[in-house]
C-alpha cells in the first residue's frame, strides 16, 4: 500500500471540481442544482468521521501508549490489538481522504458555477450547501491524511525508515520468504 500524498489527493479535487464544474454548466438553468449533495450526507461523513476517528485513536494508542492520555500504561498490560484492523484502519482512512478531496473539488466546481447565478436567483441554499460540502470535504481529506499516519510503523522500528520505496523496509521482500519469489 502506497502512503499518502498530497499531489493525487489536489489532483483528485482538481479533476473533480473540472467535472463538477463542466457537467454543472450543462446542467445549467434549473433552480437547485441537482448536483449537490443534499444536507443529509453530511449526517452519513460525519458519521464516517467519527468512526474512522475512533479507529484510529485505537491504532495510536496500541502503538504509542505514552501519547494521548497523559498516562503511561505498561505494554504487557496493552488489551492486543489485531493488525489487521491497523490495515483496515488505514486503508479506510485512505479512502475518505480520497473521498474528501472528491468531494470538496465537486463542490468548489458547482460553487463556481452558483457564484455566478447570484444575481438571477432568489434563493442562495445551492451555494452555502456547496460551501459546507467544501468545507468537511477538506476537513475529511485532512482526518484521513492524519489517521493513516497513525498506521504508520513506530519511527523506534529498526526496519522503518521513511524514505525507503518498500513502505519502511530496506528490502522489498519479506525476510521469511527465502528466495523463493525472486528472480535472481
Same mark, same amino acid.
Given at each position: 500500500?502506497?502512503? $499518502?500524498?498530497?499531489? !493525487? /489527493?489536489? =489532483?483528485?479535487?482538481?479533476? +473533480?471540481?473540472?467535472? *463538477?464544474?463542466?457537467?454543472? %454548466? &450543462? ?9 449537490? $449533495?443534499?444536507?443529509? !450526507? /453530511?449526517? =452519513?461523513?460525519?458519521?464516517? +468521521?467519527?468512526?474512522? *476517528?475512533?479507529?484510529?485513536? %485505537? &491504532? ?125
Amino acid at each position: 500500500m502506497r502512503y $499518502l500524498n498530497l499531489p !493525487s /489527493l489536489a =489532483a483528485a479535487a482538481a479533476v +473533480a471540481g473540472a467535472v *463538477g464544474w463542466s457537467l454543472d %454548466r &450543462v446542467a445549467g438553468g434549473t433552480v437547485q442544482s441537482l448536483l449537490i $449533495l443534499p444536507w443529509l !450526507s /453530511l449526517v =452519513a461523513e460525519l458519521g464516517a +468521521a467519527l468512526v474512522l *476517528g475512533y479507529l484510529g485513536l %485505537r &491504532v495510536r494508542a496500541y502503538r504509542d501508549p505514552h501519547k494521548g492520555s497523559g498516562r503511561r500504561r505498561d505494554p504487557a498490560r496493552r488489551a492486543p490489538y489485531d493488525p489487521v484492523w491497523a490495515v483496515g484502519t488505514a486503508a479506510a482512512a485512505q479512502a475518505v481522504a480520497f473521498y474528501g478531496a472528491l468531494c470538496a473539488g465537486w463542490h468548489a466546481g458547482i460553487g463556481v458555477e452558483q457564484i455566478a447565478l447570484l444575481g438571477v436567483r432568489s434563493t442562495q441554499e445551492p451555494l452555502w450547501l456547496c460551501v459546507v460540502h467544501v468545507v468537511a470535504g477538506i476537513l475529511l481529506a485532512v482526518l484521513g491524511w492524519i489517521v493513516e499516519k497513525f498506521c504508520r510503523l513506530p519511527p523506534d522500528d529498526p526496519d522503518a525508515e521513511e524514505e525507503t520505496p518498500y513502505g519502511g523496509r530496506q528490502d522489498p521482500y519479506a525476510a521469511g520468504e527465502g528466495g523463493y519469489a525472486r528472480d535472481h
